[in-house]
């Protein structure tokens, strides 16, 4: 049986779309964001670059974990990749930030913004993941 084995251009390529469909998504809700937020630009942080350090480094650790799991799960195909990313999504991301955000009493459409984004990451990096698929080599 053929093993699967760490393929480090989809990790690698999922990392990237982990840091740019947060971007595009957020783009897109930015205004509504900050209303629900109730942010305006002297309540915002000045010094904002670390977090973008942050982000990688949440995105390497969550994709090569991603990875790991795929191994373990045996996913062989983009299909079972995106359901496998959004169920993992899901259970692991989702529904923790959405109790604490619920219990934080932040409207639900604030919740639904920020949890859209997760969403889509780890179902795009199970699709990724999942369809460019690598072996280890047969001895």
């Known amino acids: 049986m053929k093993k699967l084995a ?23 809700f930015s205004t509504r964001q900050a209303a629900l937020q109730e942010l ?9 670059s670390w977090f ?17 799991l795929f191994r373990r799960m045996t996913v062989d195909s983009a299909r079972e990749g995106i359901i496998a990313g959004l169920l993992i999504g899901l259970a692991f991301n989702i529904v923790s930030l959405l109790t604490i955000e619920m ?25 990724v993941m999942g369809a460019w698929r690598k072996y280890e080599p047969e001895p």
Not at 114 to 123: I, T
């Open 52 to 68: 973008f350090g942050i982000s990688i480094l949440g995105g390497v650790v969550a994709m090569y974990l991603l990875a790991w």
């Open 40 to 48: 305006a630009k002297y309540t915002q942080t000045s010094d904002t």
């Open 6 to 28: 760490f393929n480090h251009y989809a990790i690698w390529l999922s990392i990237i779309l982990s840091q740019a469909i947060p971007l595009a998504w957020y783009s897109l």
């Open 103 to 127: 219990l934080s009493v932040r409207p639900l459409e604030l919740v639904l913004i920020d949890e859209g984004a997760n969403a889509l990451v780890f179902g795009a990096a199970g699709l």
